[in-house]
């Protein structure tokens, strides 16, 4: 039986990844209301976890935004933001005043610690119970998901010129 061109295997695997998609969303979104009072949104837990991965010297602008695939601007004003909100520390480096650093304050590392914790749980269920074997596949599978959109995100970039002259011609 084949729905939108695609086999039951495949059709189903779809409603499970978009499904699963739109719970992890969901989840994380209300988990983060509810951990932060509504002041944090997913982007700016996914910018709380990159300052994290600098310990508690915090990490450069630079380095948040080369992780982040943003602009340095975009870094700073997010950098402001949650300085603003309470969950950052911006200091000048001890050794290079030139350089700006940022950490979690307390607050910021409540959430990302709340945060990591649901990532481990979410881990730990996925893969529990699982053999070898199995563990390698769903790996493998996730893993080919993965390179499927960083694929499509190289394309829509090769494309987006293409997509913005044809807006100018109508």
Known sequence: LERDGMDAFAAALNDLLVNTF???LRLE??????????K???SEMHFLEAVAKGGPEGRSITDIA?????????????????TKKGFL???RDETDKRMVKVSL???GRRAEA???????????SVSR?????????????LLNLHDFFRNQEQHLDARLPQFRQEGQDS
């Open 22 to 24: 739109n719970s992890i």
């Open 114 to 124: 709340a945060h990591r914790f649901f990532h481990r749980q979410m881990v730990h």
């Open 89 to 91: 520390i911006k200091a």
């Open 29 to 38: 979104e209300d988990s983060l209301r509810r951990l932060s009072a509504g």
């Open 66 to 82: 080369r992780e982040l695939a943003i602009t340095l601007p975009s870094v700073t004003a997010a950098a402001n933001k949650l």
């Open 40 to 42: 944090l949104s997913i």
């Open 129 to 141: 119970g699982l053999g070898e074997e199995q563990r390698e596949a769903l790996f493998q599978g």
């Open 105 to 107: 304050s307390r607050e």
